[in-house]
Nanobody
Framework: QVQLVESGGGLVQAGGSLRLSCAAS????????MSWYRQAPGKQRDLVAA???????NYADSVKGRFTISRDSTRKTLYLQMSSLKPEDTAVYYC?????????????WGQGTQVTVPS
């Protein structure tokens, strides 16, 4: 069973930095995509950044130049380094994993971690 556990959220002043972590456990195929999504109150869950197992990354326009997505050497821990935080970055941040299996595509979500940037 695949599990995703996020950590690192909290309250930070505007202009500050925070690093989120997502540890994946279980059987994960080498071909996968790990991503960060966020959901603000009353809004839909949106993609923040994605990391493809082959090394490609992409970012939402709103975080380009401020956020950096990366993985550790095992490729099973995902990070999101957030800098120059703004009040509009306030949301619950979710880790997402999509893997290919012999029975098809499977998707997993973490429990979410709150990031609050007061205005």
């Amino acid at each position: 069973q695949v599990q995703l556990v996020e950590s690192g959220g909290g309250l930070v002043q505007a202009g500050g930095s925070l690093r989120l972590s997502c540890a994946a456990s279980g059987s994960i195929s080498e071909a996968n995509v790990m991503s960060w999504y966020r959901q603000a109150p009353g809004k839909q869950r949106d993609l923040v950044a994605a990391s493809v197992s082959g090394g490609v990354t992409n970012y939402a326009d709103s975080v380009k130049g401020r956020f950096t997505i990366s993985r550790d050497s095992t490729r099973k821990t995902l990070y999101l380094q957030m800098s120059s935080l703004k009040p509009e970055d306030t949301a619950v941040y979710y880790c997402n994993l999509v893997i290919a299996t012999t029975s098809g595509r499977r998707e997993y979500w973490g429990q979410g971690t709150q990031v609050t940037v007061p205005s």
